[in-house]
């Protein structure tokens, strides 16, 4: 039986032409005032269409649908919810009367009728088709006994270790396709990919005997269905269409960027199951990202490409933040694309607003708002320099990381060779020295590198609030869709009690302080949050508690 997740996301747009949201391209606006007015607060993260029915496109009112219900908001009136569990039936009712001046008049709706015997009638729902609303949810009435919430999207690097250990596999699998080896390119991109993915240390020491496996590969088709295995329904198309951008990327990465003559996607594409449009948008968006590293390639260059690159995406029906579910070709992560993209206004513009879970994409919330706008309303030249400069740094952020990760590596073989050796009992004092050497060597990089991480984890924490103000948290983060943006921060602190002045007397008082150990990547994350929702701008704090207090 069909996912009714999935069921819901791949049918609704039959019930309405206009004013029709399908996640993850709900504007991130209009969500927050259905989740208000609809009172899905807690579940704003599952929703995956809202029929906006207001006048002026606030999103009050109208139809919300998730995995479990319908919320039917009429205005100026409270909303009703429709269970799934409980829907008996529906039916399109069309009554015509005639007036004594002989004026017809025509009443129509949706009448559903509950297993409790009440029933609810569903009415003037402009730009709402009600005759197919009553077919869609028979369907969902007579076809579905299964109803559960998901998340509508959620970061690659955020998902199983399972799912990414097979999902880099397939790409490993592709490499030993059309020669049985893994060259120093093909090897290189696969560590940036690894990087993007937030791989933890042991599932990069499984990839690493993997491609050095000599030709013993797992069978692809065993591969795909532990990725289907391993991730939501809701999910599943979204991270197909990313690994064929990222086989995609690989291929054209160590072929000078063509995408002719891919033998291994052409004999495989059928475990993917993408449209030859939806291949066609993933070709071109890797083609704007190998443009990015051109130093001929302006800002004003790049914000008309994604533009044009994000309107083919609403017309083949791919939402950008699928295409860039692991992040972009040029080493960028999914927050760090989605924050240089934000810069130059086109966050919001690109589907990139909507709710995800976990820390990786908390950052893509509320990002566009805060910097997006500046750009987009006309800032000077240096902004637009900037722009670019952010994307760029983002790079080699990334490529330092996968060093960081490669130097480990370098050392954890050394380590297993220096066993190896001593193990068979060689005395040749030639090899104990060049081992001594490597060793040496090898030590070295580890201490520079962890200076190095350590100093950027530092610079990280400088952006942080050492002593979080939670109730300036929580005046930040009040919109529905910045719910999980608090819980987030609080998971990094902790309460700690010291001892303060106050009125020429010593007094014990509780405070919040961050965690010791943060990881440098969840420290990076955590500072660009409290960039994106504006911690530091009084500006943003006082416009918060002047929503709290005529709300």
Sequence with gaps: MQNINVFIKDNIAQIARKGLHIAPEIPEKKLNNAASSMKL???????????????FGSGKDGLAFTGEKMVYKPAFESPVTVDFTELESTEYVRNVSVNEKGKEKVEEFTLITLKNGSSIKVEHISEC??????EFLNTIATQFDSFEEEDQLVALSEMSEDLKVAYLKVIVNMTYYDDGEVDKNEFAQILLLMTRLELSTESRFTLRDYITSLGELDCLDELIKTIDDSCLPSHNKSVKISLTKDLFSVFMSVNNGSHENFAFFKENNHLFNLTEEEVELIIDALKLDFKMLNADFSDDALAKGMKELGAKAGAVGVPL???????????MSAAGLTSGLATLGL???????????GIGVAVLLGVGAYKGIKHLTGANELDKTKRRELMLNEVIKQTQSTVSYLMEDINFITTRLNDAIFDQGVQDEKVKLLLQKVKLLTSAGNVLTHKGEETQGKCFKLKCPTELDQEKLQSLTRDATKHQIFNVVMSFYEEKTVERKKDSEIVSVNILVLKENISNIDMEKLAKIFDAIGYYKASDVIKGKLSGLFS
């Design 321 to 331: 933040a699928a295409v860039y579910l692991s992040g972009s070709v040029v080493g």
């Design 129 to 134: 088709n009600l005759e197919k609303l009553a």
């Design 347 to 357: 966050g919001g513009v690109l589907g990139f607003s909507s709710m995800a879970t």
């Design 41 to 55: 607060h807690d579940h704003v993260g599952s929703i995956i269409a809202l029929l906006d029915s207001t006048l």
